[in-house]
């Protein structure tokens, strides 16, 4: 009830949901029941969760921020939001995001951009800004986002909350509306790294559902944060600094609450190492080939036919007339920006040129990686080169918005887990900056032992 009442309150102004569950009452009252009768629940049982549009729900629509999914139904459920509800935690609302997850400011949503709860002129970052703003201005306590290049991570450090980008596989993508399938990850948005311990414990390990599942066992991420609390785990922590990264245009006080993370840790046993990743600065070209190539196949499912809108245009005949003048509506224009670079990269003549091409980088990122943490145990780099930035700031020059990805994108171009965690406000302009720190795939543990120990 306080969640519900807190999202009447301030949504008006925030506006980080598309749809509020109006069973959510319900469902905790129910899960009240089984507690006082005795039944063994698990301990986010009752605890609402936020789940941005890009993952589908029975019971709400399921847009992904477009008009062309406008007031869709999906008839099963993400694997992540199934897992959430067996847990008996409470889906309480659909959150606002990028349309079809692209974008850094939720400035292309198609039902209205979110605004960030510190300050109600500037972005809550994309793709997932309404996950992040709900969490924040304490709409809910516990979110999920997708991080396809950085749209979990961003968000959390423009909105001084915790993201969790987990190793690619590691989280079923299951009913998560795809953008790039070998970039998509699901994952947590909390205000502690504890808490998205917990979330992560129960939406991850391997789906059947997922061909890309991972069948590993994971350990426990929550025990890894509460062993990481006490603060250990810093000493002699072998921590990469990138030496490149700072050439992409920083904000100098972006820079300087990152150098000052940098120093405490030092302060408690931890050493830092400059490392070389020289590939790092090819990531976001490489990136936005691959994933609109990627995109660009995975939206041709919106045909008009199989889902959501259909647009019969006057004295329009054909099948292809109804598709065209459906996708035409249906789109907004950074989805068209994108799906025409893809298909451009994909075409016969300059396949090779373009989008294989940006493979082979992403091979040496990969190759940058391993280099890496053979010196180090983790990557640590300030997640975004500016804090949130004014509507309108970027939005007219896509390659502005591209490069606010620079330090996200290697994470997912090379499969590896990355979190960003609060660090404090910039000297700057007294906003919110995140410190994200990336590790080996597979020791996703070891960021929530490394960012409990900060927090
Ligand atoms: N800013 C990135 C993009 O526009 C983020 C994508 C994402 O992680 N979903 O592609």
Do not use: C
Not at 8 to 27: K, P, R, S, T, Y
Not at 186 to 202: C, E, I, K, M, N
Not at 379 to 401: L, S, Y
């Amino acid at each position: 009830r306080a969640h519900l009442d807190r999202i009447a309150a301030v949504d008006g102004d925030v506006h980080a949901f598309l749809h509020v569950n109006q069973n959510a009452e319900a469902i905790a009252a129910d899960v009240d029941r089984r507690r006082a009768a005795g039944e063994q629940l698990h301990e986010l049982a009752g605890v609402p969760l936020a789940v941005k549009d890009v993952l589908v729900t029975t019971d709400m629509p399921s847009t992904s921020g477009s008009k062309i999914l406008e007031g869709y139904m999906s008839p099963y459920d993400a694997t992540v939001v199934s897992r959430a509800r067996a847990a008996g935690l409470v889906a309480i609302g659909k959150t606002n995001m990028d349309e079809f997850a692209m974008g850094s400011s939720t400035e292309h949503s198609a039902y209205g951009p979110t605004r960030n709860p510190w300050d109600l002129e500037r972005i809550p970052g994309g793709s997932g800004g309404g996950s992040a703003a709900a969490v924040a201005a304490f709409e809910a306590p516990l979110a999920l986002g997708s991080d396809t290049g950085g749209s979990i991570r961003q968000p959390a450090h423009v909105t001084g909350t915790v993201g969790m980008k987990p190793t690619y596989g590691g989280v079923s993508r299951y009913g998560a509306i795809a953008l790039a399938s070998s970039l998509d990850q699901v994952g947590p948005v909390t205000r502690t790294v504890l808490d998205s311990g917990l979330l992560h414990d129960v939406i991850g390990g391997h789906d059947v559902n997922d061909s890309t599942s991972l069948s590993k066992a994971w350990p426990s991420f929550a025990a890894a944060a509460r062993e990481g609390a006490t603060g250990q785990v810093l000493k002699g922590l072998k921590v990469g600094v990138i030496k490149e990264l700072p050439d992409s245009g920083f904000q100098a006080g972006v820079s300087q609450s990152f150098r000052e993370s940098l120093a405490l840790m030092e302060a408690h046993g931890a050493e830092i190492v400059e490392i070389s990743a020289p590939h790092f600065e090819y990531g976001v070209a490489a990136y936005y080939l691959i994933l609109p190539a990627e995109a660009s196949s995975n939206l041709a499912k919106f045909d008009s036919v199989r889902f959501g809108m259909r647009v019969i245009p006057d004295g329009g005949a054909t099948v292809e007339d109804v598709m065209a003048a459906t996708r035409a509506a249906g789109f907004g224009d950074e989805v068209k920006r994108r799906i025409i670079l893809g298909t451009y990269a994909l075409s016969s003549g300059y396949y090779d040129a373009y989008y294989g091409s940006a493979q082979k980088v992403r091979t040496l990122i990969q190759q940058d990686f391993n280099s890496a943490f053979a010196q180090v145990d983790v990557i640590a780099t300030p997640t975004a080169p500016t804090t949130a930035f004014k509507f309108g700031e970027k939005v007219g020059d896509p390659i502005q918005m591209y490069l606010n990805d620079v330090a996200t994108i290697p994470a997912n171009l090379a499969g590896v887990p990355g979190m960003t965690l609060p660090s404090g406000l910039a000297s700057d302009d007294n906003l919110p900056v995140g410190i994200q720190f990336l590790a080996p795939a597979f020791e996703d543990a070891r960021l929530y032992q490394v960012g409990a120990a900060l927090e």
